[in-house]
């Protein structure tokens, strides 16, 4: 016989599908985590045991479980160690961080920083010279905010044994060089930055796990329940598998490991193999590929070039070769995501998922990773193929300007930057749109992901303009996007992202509600209570 592990009264129930509150007041869930009954407060609280935890909402709103539709927990956990240099708006604020850093530092310890924002360079290339300097002697990795480009002190650089230009199987990882063949310190995908990083010091295994567990607590208190994790990196699998074991993962997470270019056979086997593994609140569910890099660095798949004539070639150095896997996997019933952030990265990306549905009627849900720039006649497709439309509107609101004076939009030009970050176009087009964060590319409040959907405009300064504002999102339509959005994408709508009887009793629990509070007040919106499975894993003082 079934007990109750949870009672919440006095509440205000949100159903993110009507945008309404439900007739019921309270809610009542099972020893299995599951939503076991709703009413009013007097029946429900009858349902209560003496083991029974039992909570007066006195009239806050519960929605759903935010869920980060793109994140990456290990990741994230590791890079932000380090110093932040996202709030540096120019060189010199750059140099000051750096400076303060330096003088911390023990002789020959490296310095690792995070969020650099290529703007700061203005009109000047994005190299290491203007920090030489200060990172004189010092070896040094700084990332770069998309974290598809980094830059290495000359010292990190020697360490590593790079003096010149190299080839790798990612077509658009460069060492990038001067006239002269000498890196600029500029390192450009995954690939080229390795070079480096396998020479850095790394943290001890508990020290990741600790890092990994606080972010991952503090992602619970800002009402997340779950996160679709874009990486299976290293220690990933296995730290969340610690963490899940020892009763202590906050959030339900859906882990979709890489597939790079040079996957062979017997790598695809693989991923298909790893489909379903994981615990109790993790599982892998879906490959993560990429079709590009990023516009910000000219790795971006356009189907014209850039300002400076970069950003023309796929990261598959066959794009071909990924059609071929999208339907290998596909015919395996086994989801994708890529990640395609140009116009030409988009459009293969479809093409290859409407090659692989006419190859085989399987129902497969797969995804695309940030649009940040595409035309018009792409739109439609996404519905009418059944793909996800997965974006991160606050990389919209704090990377770019209105103005196009940023440098992204300087790239694309006039006509591409007035494309931008198309979410109010997708949905009316009739996409399912997942919002997340990237982070650690933006900050992953959940509130702050959503009101950045509704106004558009830097985070950091709210008096200034909004970058396309006609793409804005109505408020109910950024909640879909961290709840019933995400249940769709991982083809969990029948138990997940709505408030229901037999829905897992992931909640999250606001002081007012997220859809009538204005926008630019949401991120201060206090989070009361977060629950997972009935547990809570969240609880403000007083509540």
Request: hydrophobic share 40%; net charge negative.
């Amino acid at each position: 016989m079934r007990t109750t592990r949870l009672v919440l009264l006095s509440a205000r129930l949100l159903d993110p599908g009507t945008g309404a509150f439900l007739p019921q007041t309270a809610l009542a869930v099972s020893d299995d985590g599951r939503i076991s009954a709703l009413g009013d407060d007097r029946e429900i609280r009858a349902l209560a045991g003496p083991a029974t935890t039992v909570v007066d909402l006195k009239g806050a709103v519960v929605t759903p479980g935010l869920v980060d539709g793109h994140v990456h927990p290990v990741t994230g956990a590791e890079l932000t160690s380090g110093l932040d240099l996202s709030g540096c708006a120019g060189l010199d604020d750059v140099r000051e961080a750096l400076a303060r850093e330096v003088r911390r530092l023990a002789r020959g310890e490296w310095l690792f920083a995070w969020g650099l924002d290529p703007n700061v360079f203005g009109d000047r290339p994005v190299g290491i010279a203007p920090f030489d300097s200060v990172l004189d002697g010092v070896p040094a990795f700084l990332l770069l905010f998309d974290a598809h480009s980094a830059l290495a002190s000359r010292r990190a650089l020697e360490l590593a044994g790079v003096d010149g230009p190299r080839t790798f199987a990612q077509a658009s990882a460069e060492v990038v060089c001067d006239a002269d063949g000498r890196p600029t310190g500029l390192l450009q995908e995954d690939a080229a930055c390795e070079l480096v990083e396998r020479v850095a010091p790394k943290p001890t295994r508990e020290e990741r796990r600790e890092r990994l567990g606080a972010a991952l607590r503090s992602m619970a208190a800002a009402g997340l329940t779950g996160g679709h994790v874009m990486d299976a990196n290293g220690e990933s699998l296995t730290l969340y598998g610690e963490l899940d074991a020892a009763g202590e993962l906050p959030l339900r997470l859906r882990v979709a490991p890489w597939c790079q270019p040079g996957t062979d056979a017997d790598g695809v086997r693989a991923l298909i193999e790893g489909q379903g593994t994981g615990g109790a609140l993790w599982r892998v569910a879906g490959v993560k590929l990429f079709m590009d890099g990023t516009i910000d660095n000219g790795t971006a798949w356009l189907e014209r070039p850039d300002h400076h004539g970069e950003s023309t070639a796929a990261f598959w150095p066959d794009p071909a070769a990924y059609t071929e896997i999208i339907g290998e996997l596909h015919r395996a019933g086994v989801a994708t995501a890529t990640h395609a952030i140009g116009d030409a990265a988009v459009r293969h990306v479809l093409d290859s998922v409407e090659k692989a549905q006419a190859s085989a009627a399987v129902r497969v849900r797969h995804r695309v990773e940030h649009i940040e720039t595409v035309p018009d006649d792409t739109l439609r497709r996404f519905a009418e193929l059944g793909v996800v439309a997965s974006m991160q509107p606050t990389h919209c609101c704090d990377f770019t300007r209105a103005d196009h004076t940023d440098n992204w939009s300087r790239r694309l030009g006039e006509e591409r930057a007035s494309r931008a970050w198309r979410c109010r176009d997708l949905v009316d087009s009739g996409a399912t749109v997942v919002l997340g964060s990237d982070w650690p590319i933006a900050p992953f409040p959940p509130l702050g992901v959503l009101a950045g959907a509704r106004h558009r405009r830097p985070s950091r300064d709210l008096g200034q303009a909004p970058h396309g504002p006609e793409q804005a999102l109505t408020a109910i339509e950024a909640l879909r996007g961290m709840t019933t959005g995400p249940a769709y994408a991982a083809g969990e709508e029948h138990e997940a992202g709505r408030i229901a009887l037999g829905h897992r009793a992931d909640l999250a629990v606001f002081a007012d509600s997220p859809v009538t509070t204005a926008a630019t007040e949401l991120p201060d919106l206090p989070v009361l209570l977060t629950v997972l499975e009935g547990r809570i894993t969240h609880r403000a003082a007083g509540v």
